[in-house]
Nanobody, 121 residues
Framework: QVQLVESGGGSVQAGGSLRLSCAASGSTYCMGWFRQAPGKERERVADIVSDGSTGYADFVKGRFTISKDNVKNTLYLQMNSLKPEDTAMYYC??????????????????WGQGTQVTVSS
């Protein structure tokens, strides 16, 4: 069982920055950030595996950075050069089992409650 609590969302102007945090209880094999805008499907933003390897969606490459503090068991998403189209609810997800950490991570079993990010132009 993994519990996830996100924080750090808010409102910012275009070009600004925000850092999201996701505090996890329990061990994880992979963790990721996802987002969902109103009327749109949920999409994967970035992910990190236990060996430290990371992956990013094309639309955030060069702007967002995912990282994990293993001592604090906390996942981060540093978001720079934010755009209005980044406005969405951002969710942290994780799984302790490698078998669920495949593909686009749609099968991750544990999710946080979400944190809202709003970028104004």
């Amino acid at each position: 069982q993994v519990q996830l609590v996100e924080s750090g969302g808010g409102s910012v102007q275009a070009g600004g920055s925000l850092r999201l945090s996701c505090a996890a209880s329990g061990s994880t094999y992979c963790m990721g950030w996802f987002r969902q805008a109103p009327g749109k499907e949920r999409e994967r933003v970035a992910d990190i595996v236990s060996d430290g390897s990371t992956g990013y969606a094309d639309f955030v490459k060069g702007r967002f950075t995912i990282s994990k503090d293993n001592v604090k068991n906390t996942l981060y998403l540093q978001m720079n050069s934010l755009k209005p189209e980044d406005t969405a609810m951002y969710y942290c997800a994780a799984d302790p089992t490698r078998a669920y950490c495949m593909g686009n991570l749609a099968t991750l079993r544990y999710w946080g409650q979400g944190t809202q990010v709003t970028v104004s132009s």
